[in-house]
Each structure stands twice: as structure tokens, then as C-alpha cells.
């Protein structure tokens, strides 16, 4: 009795020692040659190196309400509810999730029921099973049963272990995935958004214009009907007027078109959408970059790409476990009877331990080659996971330096380019000054407007190219930033720059 319970002890003590293995290689962080700042970065913004560490948890904040626009704001609340990518992401989100649950149940037995009814009648030759002479014709009989079943995968060598963890990894980046969508989303709607407002201040200004240009055409019709002026300077009255409202009418069907992509991002039919026209008075707020590291942290295709790729270092192991045995634990048990009268008596019960179809420990010997393919195809898709996040953390760097420089060198050129426009808005009063004084004609008024106009127009264009930058800069650090970070001030009105410590991450 002793030798049996000893026995029965080491049996269970190496199956549970097996059941704690995995096959899996050990994981190892690909390495990085990520540099301490961004090239694009201000010097007084670079600061010390700290080690990376993965956020896939962390609220990316609402971010777009540092523009302080209240209609941005509405935008986004709506498209965050009714855009249909997003829901399909959510949903697929909730499939990879029910994945993970459905690989949980793995690890526990799985318990059945059912019940039976039989009549039969046995051969004459089976007469000797019965306990019969042979021969013997044997009457039919009725079996009644009521059983209850219990099986379970011994996790001997980590598969369904592994199996589980690579279904939570990529379950992870998956949702890592959907944040990345909505981050995406949430910058569509913003830059659809200042494209908008940056057609109405272009329209606004054509519109003048138009209509300086209406008046020296009708000034210039009455001259040349008086006979001061020749045709020659009549039609080319005409002629810019001509192109001004040609300009207008590409204005409206860029503005259309924006309105149409914003309506579909708000989840709404393009005919029922309409934004009425607004002042355009955003100003770009400073958005400070941090530090190199954090960016591995922050954004969330960089988290999804880490996550395949240790979700696919445990498919590897789960493609090994194939080659050692598996071991099924099944019993049952219930009640059988010839009569339905007799079937919940306590002497009608019944068991039975072991499979009924099939060995308990099964040991693979052959599969042509099947298990070898599925093992090389599992360190392929490592090494492919592998290089997929190294190049997501590339782009990644590359898209934040792009929107850096982006930022830095829009700034400075959209200060040139005031410039331009005050100079040039002065240069058309003094025209008209000595126009009304009958130094200059009247198309040295016109030219000397235009110009001005054409730029006030390139000024609103670069505004709005400012603002798309700090959308794509946001986009490309992950997001994460607070209105109250910022205080509602912009990078125009002298605003301090705030340090990455500062944000919400």
C-alpha cells in the first residue's frame, strides 16, 4: 500500500512539473540603435535618456481640445461614436478577446452529461459473451443510461499553456490596434476639419476680390463705352475677373469634397452634412516631443508590433510541443439499466476510466514531415514579426523628425510670409492713396490689391499647414497630451514650451 502511494505521489508530482514547461525560446528584445533626440528637436527641449516601457493602457487623452474650438470638439465626440471603421475594429477587438477566453477554457476539464436508450438484440454467435452456450438465441433487450463525462489535455509540455499566451498577445495587439485606429480617426477628423476652415478663410478672401474685380470691370466697361479706354483694356478686366471666380468655384469643390470625406467620418450620409462657414482664428499650440525612448512607449503600432511579436516567439513553442506526447485524462460515470424503473436504483450504477476510442497517451512517430513544416513556419513568422516591429520603429521616428521639421520650418516661413502680406497690404494702401490723388490709374489700384490678397491667401494656406503639422506631430508621438497642459495658449502667443514630464502619458 505504501509502494502504490509513493508511486501514485511521483506520478503526479512529474505531471505537474511537466505541465509548468514551455517550449518556448526565451524572448529577447530585438535591439535599437534609438538615438537621445530627435535631429528636429530645439536644444532646449533634448533631455536625458530613460529606459522604454510599454503603455498600452494609457488613455490617449482629448487631445484636439488644446485648439480651443468648441465645433472640433462636437466633431470629434461624433465621430468617435458613429464612424464605422471604429466600430468594426471595436467588434473585431471583441472577437480576438473571445478568442483569448475560449483558449483559457483549455485549461480546464471538460465536463459533459447526457442520456441513452438501446434495444438490440445480440447474434446467437456473441451467445458465450452473455455467459450462453453457443447457439443459444438471446431475446432483445432495452438498455436505459444517464452518464456523466470529464476529460482533460495534460498540459505536459506547454502547449496549451502557450497557446493561451499567444491568444492574449495578440489579443493585446490587437486592441494596441484599435487605439492606433482611433487615434488615427481622431486626427482625420481634425485635419479634414482645418482643411475646411482653411478654404473658408481662402473663399472669404477670393470673394473680396471678386468683387474688386467686378468693380474695375464694370469702371472699365463704362470707360470704354465712353471711348477713354481701348477694348484692349476691357477685356482684360474681364479676363481677370474671369479667373478670380474660377478660383472661387475650385474653392467651393475643394470644400465640398472636404465636407464629403468629414460627413463619412462622422459615420453620416455626405448629403446631410453641412458645416457652415467660420471665422478661422486656431492658432498651432507648441507641442513639446519628449524623449526618444518614450516614443516606443506611446505609440500604440509600436505596442501592437511588440506584442505579435512575442505572441509569435510563443508559437514557436506550441509548434514544438507537437513532437512530444499528450497525455488526455477521461472518465465517466453515471447509471445503466434494462428497465426505466430500475435505472436510478444505486445498483445500476456504473464507470469507466480511459477513452473509449483512441490511447490516453498519444506519441508521435510519423506525420510526413507535417510537424517540421509547421515548426519552420512558426520561426518564420518569429523572425518576420521580428523585422515588422523594427521597421514600425523607424517609421514611427521618421514620421515624428518629419513633423518636426515640418513644425520648425512652417513656423518660420508663415513668419515670412506675414510679413509678406502686411508689406504687401501696405504697398496696395499707398496705391490707393496716390490714386486718389490721380498719380497712378486705376489698374495699378487693381494689381496692387490682388497681390495683397493672393498673400493673405498664401498666409491662410501655410495657417492651415501649421495646424495639420501639429495634428501629424500629435498623431506621431502617440498622442496622450491634456488641454490643461497646455493652458489654452499657443505657440504664437508666447507660450512657455512644457517638458515631456509635464504630459499625460
Known amino acids: ?5 509513493m508511486n501514485r505521489f511521483f506520478i503526479i508530482t512529474v505531471l505537474t512539473l511537466l505541465s509548468a514547461c514551455s517550449l518556448a525560446p526565451d524572448f529577447v528584445q530585438p535591439k535599437m540603435d534609438v538615438p537621445q533626440a530627435y535631429d528636429e528637436q530645439n536644444d532646449n527641449e533634448k533631455g536625458k535618456w530613460k529606459v522604454a516601457k510599454t503603455m498600452e493602457a494609457a488613455d490617449r487623452g482629448d487631445w484636439w481640445k488644446i485648439f480651443n474650438d468648441k465645433i472640433l470638439d462636437g466633431l470629434e465626440k461624433q465621430a468617435l461614436e458613429e464612424n464605422q471603421s471604429i466600430k468594426i475594429a471595436a467588434e473585431r477587438l471583441e472577437q480576438s478577446r473571445a478568442t ?11 465536463v459533459g452529461t447526457g442520456a441513452n436508450y438501446l434495444r438490440t438484440k445480440p447474434s446467437s454467435v456473441s451467445a458465450v459473451a ?13 438498455a436505459y443510461s444517464v452518464s456523466g463525462d470529464v476529460s482533460y489535455e495534460a498540459d505536459l509540455f506547454g502547449r496549451v499553456r502557450d497557446t493561451y499566451r499567444t491568444a492574449l498577445l495578440h489579443s493585446k495587439a490587437d486592441e494596441a490596434t484599435y487605439k492606433s485606429m482611433l487615434l488615427a480617426l481622431q486626427g482625420d477628423v481634425a485635419q479634414n476639419y482645418f482643411n475646411l476652415r482653411t478654404i473658408d478663410e481662402q473663399r472669404r478672401i477670393t470673394g473680396r476680390q471678386v468683387k474688386i474685380l467686378e468693380e474695375a470691370a464694370r469702371i472699365m ?24 471666380k474660377a478660383q472661387e468655384l475650385a474653392l467651393d469643390n475643394q470644400r465640398a469634397q472636404s465636407e464629403h470625406a468629414l460627413a463619412v467620418l462622422l459615420g453620416k450620409m455626405p448629403e446631410r452634412f453641412k458645416l457652415a462657414e467660420a471665422p478661422f482664428n486656431i492658432l498651432p499650440p507648441s507641442i513639446p516631443a519628449g524623449l526618444p525612448s518614450t516614443l516606443l512607449e506611446r505609440r500604440p503600432d509600436v505596442v501592437s508590433a511588440q506584442n505579435s511579436m512575442m505572441a509569435a516567439n510563443y508559437n514557436i513553442g506550441v509548434a514544438r510541443s507537437a513532437f512530444f506526447p499528450s497525455l488526455d485524462l477521461t472518465a465517466s460515470g453515471g447509471l445503466q439499466s434494462s428497465t426505466l424503473s430500475d435505472l436510478f436504483k ?3 450504477r456504473s464507470w469507466a476510466l480511459g477513452p473509449l ?10 506525420a510526413g514531415g507535417r510537424d517540421w513544416a509547421n515548426l519552420d513556419q512558426a520561426k518564420s513568422g518569429y523572425k518576420e514579426s521580428v523585422a515588422s516591429y523594427r521597421q514600425q520603429v523607424l517609421v514611427a521616428f521618421q514620421e515624428v523628425e518629419d513633423s518636426l521639421a515640418a513644425q520648425h520650418y512652417l513656423a518660420e516661413q508663415y513668419e515670412q510670409q506675414n510679413i509678406a502680406a502686411k508689406s504687401s497690404k501696405r504697398a496696395a494702401d499707398l496705391t490707393k492713396l496716390s490714386y486718389d490723388e490721380g498719380d497712378v490709374n486705376y489698374f495699378e489700384v487693381v494689381n496692387a490689391e490682388r497681390d495683397s490678397l493672393v498673400q493673405q491667401q498664401s498666409e491662410a494656406q501655410l495657417k492651415g499647414q501649421r495646424l495639420n503639422a501639429t495634428v501629424k506631430l500629435i498623431r506621431a508621438l502617440g498622442g496622450g497630451w491634456r488641454k490643461e497642459d497646455f493652458s489654452g495658449k499657443s505657440s504664437e502667443s508666447g507660450s512657455e514650451k512644457i517638458s515631456a514630464d509635464d504630459t499625460d502619458i
Open 1 to 5: 500500500m505504501m509502494v502504490m502511494a
Open 100 to 110: 483569448v477566453r475560449s483558449s483559457e477554457a483549455d485549461f480546464f476539464p471538460t
Open 130 to 142: 452473455f455467459g450462453a452456450p453457443a447457439g443459444t438465441q438471446i431475446k432483445p433487450y432495452t
Open 221 to 244: 466697361k463704362s470707360r470704354t463705352d465712353e471711348g477713354d479706354v481701348g477694348e484692349r483694356d476691357n477685356s482684360r478686366a474681364k479676363n481677370e475677373l474671369a479667373i478670380a
Open 346 to 348: 444505486w445498483s445500476s
Open 357 to 366: 476510442a483512441g490511447s490516453a497517451l498519444s506519441i508521435p512517430i510519423f
